[in-house]
């Protein structure tokens, strides 16, 4: 069958820095893909891995290990405007779609 | 530039009754996905159109259907509405269909009494 696991829900403080595990169980597997999503709103596309190794833009980082099935999300530098949930989602060739997770959603405390 | 516009942004229907959900993506972009969400889990891939022709579909039942047309923009359509069909729905654009960069509209939010 396919799965992504990913934390439910998850709690930093800002300015400290915090990772997003989520491993997957997919056929077909292209790359994995992370998206945000602030409550009421859209989902924005923060990262796409489709090899092996980190990903770094800006204050988000997205690692990917495919003989692990496993990826995180690293964001440093925590701000209050990056509470929101946080979805892995992978991209299946066969089927040209995104597979998601749950989510994770983010809570930050001043 | 505009971004992905989708219409209308709230609806409510009762059961049985059929609803038509549209979608223009970001100029340029050949594709065009739908996703079904619901409050408190991902979304659920629906529909994927690229050039016109059907890429993708998921595990929905044959009361969705969908199209897209010349100028790129799309419909998707449900018919026989059932409460369980309340729900979000998303329309993503990509300038490729076999990406995992889309770039959503705000959604369709569908309520069914």
């Known amino acids: 069958g396919q799965s992504l696991e990913q934390p439910s829900e998850v709690t930093a403080v800002e300015g400290a820095i915090v990772q997003i595990n989520c491993t997957y169980q997919t056929s077909g597997f292209y790359g994995l893909s992370w998206y945000q999503q602030h409550d009421g709103g859209a989902p924005t596309f923060l990262s796409y891995?489709?090899l092996d190794g980190l990903e770094e833009t800006g204050r988000f980082s997205s690692f990917l290990s495919r003989s692990d099935s496993y990826g995180y999300l690293l964001l440093q530098e925590l701000q209050m405007k990056d509470s929101a949930s946080y979805f892995c989602a992978v991209l299946e060739g066969g089927n040209y779609q995104l597979i998601w997770g749950a989510g994770t959603k983010l809570i930050i405390k001043p | 530039d505009a971004g992905v516009t989708q219409s209308p942004t709230h609806l409510i229907k009762t059961r049985g009754q059929q609803v038509t959900l549209r979608c223009s993506p970001i100029s340029g972009h050949k594709s065009v996905s739908w996703y079904q969400q619901v409050l408190g889990q991902g979304p659920q891939f629906i529909f994927q159109y690229y050039e016109k022709e059907e890429r993708g579909r998921g595990n929905f039942p044959d009361r969705f259907s969908a199209r897209q047309f010349p100028n790129y923009s799309s419909e998707l359509n449900v018919n026989a509405l059932l409460l369980g069909d309340s729900a979000l729905y998303l329309c993503a654009s990509s300038s490729q269909g076999d990406t995992g960069e889309l770039f959503f509209g705000e959604g369709s939010r569908l309520t069914v009494l």
């Open positions: 891995n489709a």
